[in-house]
């Protein structure tokens, strides 16, 4: 599986984003795909997933600011993000997930560059 991310860039506090993850290697809709991002010195958290039917999920720091989407054709799942606070400056990956709790990649997944969001101003 290939992941491409991109979108990311410096923003002032409120500002917003989309990002974008073109996913070659596999098929996309069969499967359900999330957003994570880790911050310099931390562990990489999971931000929101949507599954195969399109139903999405946010962790409980973001809800209500970003949005992820997915489009089939494609082969893309999209974070948008709104009213962007210092704490979100982070890199943004996506993968494939599994949707068993706790949402998790799947095992042996391999992982893009990531796309860079910093939150300053």
């Known amino acids: 599986v290939q992941l491409v991310e991109s979108g990311g860039d410096l923003v002032q506090p409120g500002g917003s984003l989309r990002l974008s993850c073109v996913v070659s290697?596999?098929?996309?809709?069969?499967?359900?795909w999330g957003w994570f991002r880790q911050a310099p010195g931390q562990q990489r958290e999971l931000v929101a997933h949507?599954?195969?039917?399109?139903?999405?999920n946010h962790e409980d720091y973001v809800k209500g600011r970003f949005t992820i989407s997915r489009d089939n054709d494609k082969r893309t799942v999209f974070l948008q993000l709104n009213n962007l606070r210092p704490e979100d400056t982070a890199r943004y990956f996506c993968n494939r997930v599994k949707t068993t709790a706790p949402v998790r990649p799947w095992p042996y997944t391999s992982w893009g560059q990531g796309t860079h969001n910093t939150v300053w101003g």
């Open positions: 290697g596999t098929i996309f809709s069969f499967y359900s």
């Open positions: 949507i599954t195969d039917n399109g139903t999405a």
